[in-house]
């Protein structure tokens, strides 16, 4: 008999456009109008934001000031903070800034995690090792995200088969939990819904977060499979934001008040206040300096109505 996994009624979603969105932008945002963007965030219901990344100021300029960022935040209760950290020495200064969780990143492609991070997978994992050593007994939860789960724009396609071991090597050094990304939007809803449906079975225990970018326009079926699998966390970015400075064709994630709007508009709780998030979404271009992707908050809702012609 086949497995049914029953779709969640309740989403958790993962803000990651003050990292992920921040990145790859041309314009420095002052680390004051970060705060504000932030601080505007953190009152609209989501759960879990990703302020920075405490990586070297040559590599991403644009979030140097990272300590500044995290330090000058006006934490909200029920709001967990979360980072990413590159290496040992990244995760030593966001220990300092007392975040709540620490996100690291490796790659299921080898030419991928050298273009990225200057190392294979397997060193990628010997360095989680030691940042595990580093953060026991910190209470910081400890979260990996692997790029290119679903696809490399310099191999190709990733076996499903490695993606499967390099979770099960993740999760027997102690990482708490997962997030399988598609960083150049390479994936299709018929391979994420297998996908998650095998992670699902062979770790149920396990919280799995999907990362999607909507590259080729898939963003929101995907994530859309990825629940009917069973999946009930998402990262989104707030007006479609971000890339991978160090993938060929990268482009913005899955926007994050698109998605809530699909879900909600679907009967689905995403803890989210809509009419909230879009009015923080409306002052991207201003903080940016350019217009964003994100269709929500120029068309409006679904509930919108207009006077007759």
């Not at 088969?161 to 050094?173: G, K, P, T, Y």
């Not at 708490?176 to 018929?190: E, I, R």
């Not at 999607?212 to 999946?231: C, E, K, P, V, Y």
Request: net charge negative; hydrophobic share 40%.
């Amino acid at each position: 008999m086949k497995l049914v996994t029953p779709c969640p009624t309740k989403i958790e979603i993962n803000e990651v456009a003050p990292r992920d969105g921040l990145q790859i932008e041309a314009r420095f945002v002052p680390t004051e109008e970060k705060i504000r963007w932030i601080d505007a965030l953190s009152t609209t219901g989501l759960r879990r934001i990703e302020a920075t990344s405490f990586t070297s100021p040559k590599a991403i300029p644009n979030l140097r000031d990272a300590a500044e960022v995290v330090t000058g935040i006006q934490r909200q209760e029920g709001v967990d903070l979360t980072v990413l950290v590159p290496n040992v020495k990244g995760t030593e200064r966001a220990l300092g800034c007392q975040v709540d969780e620490i996100n690291l990143v490796m790659s299921a492609s080898n030419s991928h995690g050298l273009a990225n991070l200057r190392m294979a997978p397997e060193q990628s994992l010997e360095q989680f090792a030691a940042i595990l050593e580093l953060t026991q007994g910190s209470g910081v939860f400890i979260n990996a995200s692997l790029s290119t789960t679903f696809g490399c724009p310099f191999e190709g396609e990733v076996p499903e088969a490695r993606v499967l071991e390099l979770i099960e090597q993740l999760i027997d050094l102690g990482i708490q939990g997962v997030t399988l990304c598609d960083t150049t939007g390479m994936a299709n809803p018929a391979q994420v819904k297998r996908l998650c449906e095998a992670v699902l079975k062979r770790w149920p225990e396990t919280p799995f977060t999907l990362h999607f970018h909507n590259t080729r326009g898939m963003g929101l079926a995907n994530a859309l499979a990825a629940w009917q699998a069973g999946i009930n966390r998402f990262d989104a970015s707030l007006g479609g934001l971000g890339g991978c400075p160090f993938a060929p064709g990268a482009s913005g994630n899955v926007c994050t008040e698109d998605l809530v709007h699909m879900f909600e508009a679907m009967g689905v709780d995403t803890g989210v206040d809509l009419d909230a998030l879009l009015e923080v979404a409306a002052t991207l271009p201003n903080l940016i300096g350019h217009d964003v992707p994100g269709q929500v908050v120029k068309a409006g809702k679904s509930t919108r109505r207009y006077a007759m012609p």
